[in-house]
T-cell receptor, first 113, second 117 residues
Framework: DADVTQTPRNRITKTGKRIMLECSQTKGHDRMYWYRQDPGLGLRLIYYSFDVKDINKGEISDGYSVSRQAQAKFSLSLESAIPNQTALYFC????????????FGDGTRLSIL | AQKITQTQPGMFVQEKEAVTLDCTYDTSDQSYGLFWYKQPSSGEMIFLIYQGSYDEQNATEGRYSLNFQKARKSANLVISASQLGDSAMYFCAMREGRTDSWGKLQFGAGTQVVVTP
């Protein structure tokens, strides 16, 4: 089983719908992140959480919200989806040590029509 | 302001040759870390190599090495003896050392590498 699991893997939905992307991890890491990837822009940080009681906005948090339900679970919501939120979304986790890499899920490909 | 710059949008390399992917970064922190990730066409992000700002030697991991030039703020990835499976998008990322940035990665736009037979 994957260490960082994202569901769903693919989603097509309509403008205005509420969408939740879920992430769960078995790595035991306290730190979890949500990124979006757009062509030519690399990955940009949406929200991050350093523990269950800690939620922080990233570079592009407008239009998104998150919930850290447990150490192992971090979900991303689009309250009212719009077409320019069409992107590849990644969840990642990391240990607190600075030299440790972030571990990524396989991504959720989201299309908003 | 862009913190990580990858100036090569794409490049072709012949199998068995070495390729260098450029990455420059911008930070005023003394403590920071640099990471390279590979993204094949299947989409997953694969960690390749890490270089800490205080590391005296350039990092190496198998066929991957990092040419770290601190004064020039560059951290170029070198892939030796390219293989067809190296065809992918490659991202450079930085973790700054400030407490409020600790753990957060900033990514460059990526370089698409195509390895040809």
């Amino acid at each position: 089983d994957a260490d960082v699991t994202q569901t769903p893997r693919n989603r097509i939905t309509k403008t205005g719908k509420r969408i939740m992307l879920e992430c769960s991890q078995t790595k035991g890491h306290d730190r979890m992140y949500w990124y979006r990837q757009d062509p030519g822009l690399g990955l940009r940080l949406i929200y991050y959480s350093f523990d269950v009681k800690d939620i922080n906005k990233g570079e592009i948090s407008d239009g998104y919200s998150v919930s850290r339900q447990a150490q192992a679970k971090f979900s991303l919501s689009l309250e009212s989806a719009i077409p320019n939120q069409t992107a590849l979304y990644f969840c990642a986790t990391s240990d607190f040590e600075g030299n440790q890499p972030q571990h990524f899920g396989d991504g959720t490909r989201l299309s908003i029509l | 302001a862009q913190k990580i710059t990858q100036t090569q949008p794409g490049m072709f390399v012949q199998e068995k040759e070495a390729v260098t992917l450029d990455c420059t970064y911008d930070t005023s922190d003394q403590s920071y870390g640099l990471f390279w990730y590979k993204q094949p066409s299947s989409g997953e992000m694969i960690f390749l190599i890490y270089q800490g700002s205080y590391d005296e030697q350039n990092a190496t991991e198998g066929r991957y090495s990092l040419n770290f030039q601190k004064a020039r703020k560059s951290a170029n990835l070198v892939i030796s003896a390219s293989q067809l499976g190296d065809s992918a998008m490659y991202f450079c990322a930085m973790r700054e050392g400030r407490t409020d940035s600790w753990g957060k990665l900033q990514f460059g736009a990526g370089t698409q590498v195509v390895v040809t037979p």
